[in-house]
């Protein structure tokens, strides 16, 4: 009788558990806004100015397709991480590249109104998608997704 004894991939480490959970939580998140926001939710989107909601209502649909990429992407990467699974590896840097893509054409735009408070989330956002796929990158280089 003869043992397969090819290996299965490294041993993820304890952190794999807590990071996938709070990636999956945060791009969670991520997508109940895009849910509320698309389906004008006015429960959810009374708390913003009418200038905003006017501005996210008459964005063009190739922005919701780069939101919707950024957002629903990184959530399905993250279960593709705590699946163990190579393929967060590509999911998170396309999420990333979608949002970088979506902020950066916010930021030319002279008529996008600011959202008082939250100028900073664009930056935290793309730290935290660049940081999710360096972590995946990283996890696919140990052997620990296959």
Same mark, same amino acid.
């Given at each position: 009788?003869?043992?397969?004894?090819?290996?299965?991939?490294? &041993? +993820?480490?304890?952190?794999? !558990? =807590?990071?996938?959970?709070?990636?999956?939580?945060?791009? @969670?998140? @991520?997508?109940?806004?895009?849910?509320? &926001?698309?389906?004008?939710? *006015?429960?959810?989107?009374?708390?913003?100015?009418?200038?905003?909601?006017?501005? !996210?209502?008459?964005? =063009?649909?190739?922005?919701?397709?780069?939101?919707?990429?950024?957002?629903? @992407?990184? #959530?399905? /990467?993250? %279960?593709? %991480? %705590?699946?163990?699974? &190579?393929? /967060? $590896?590509? %999911?998170? +840097? +396309?999420?990333?590249?979608?949002?970088?893509?979506?902020?950066? $054409?916010?930021?030319?735009?002279?008529?996008? *109104? =600011?959202? &008082?408070?939250?100028?900073?989330? *664009?930056?935290?956002?793309? $730290?935290?998608?660049?940081? #999710?796929?360096?972590?995946?990158?990283?996890?696919?280089?140990? @052997?620990?997704?296959?």
């Amino acid at each position: 009788m003869t043992e397969d004894a090819t290996p299965l991939g490294a &041993k +993820a480490g304890w952190h794999i !558990w =807590p990071v996938g959970i709070l990636a999956a939580v945060w791009n @969670g998140y @991520g997508c109940f806004d895009f849910m509320m &926001k698309t389906t004008r939710n *006015p429960a959810y989107t009374a708390q913003f100015a009418q200038d905003i909601q006017t501005y !996210w209502y008459s964005m =063009p649909w190739w922005m919701f397709g780069l939101w919707s990429v950024g957002v629903f @992407g990184a #959530l399905i /990467a993250s %279960l593709a %991480l %705590l699946m163990r699974s &190579k393929t /967060a $590896v590509t %999911l998170f +840097a +396309a999420a990333f590249i979608a949002s970088a893509a979506s902020f950066y $054409v916010r930021w030319q735009e002279i008529v996008a *109104p =600011p959202v &008082k408070g939250m100028e900073f989330m *664009p930056f935290v956002i793309l $730290v935290i998608g660049f940081a #999710l796929t360096a972590y995946a990158y990283w996890q696919s280089t140990r @052997g620990v997704l296959r």
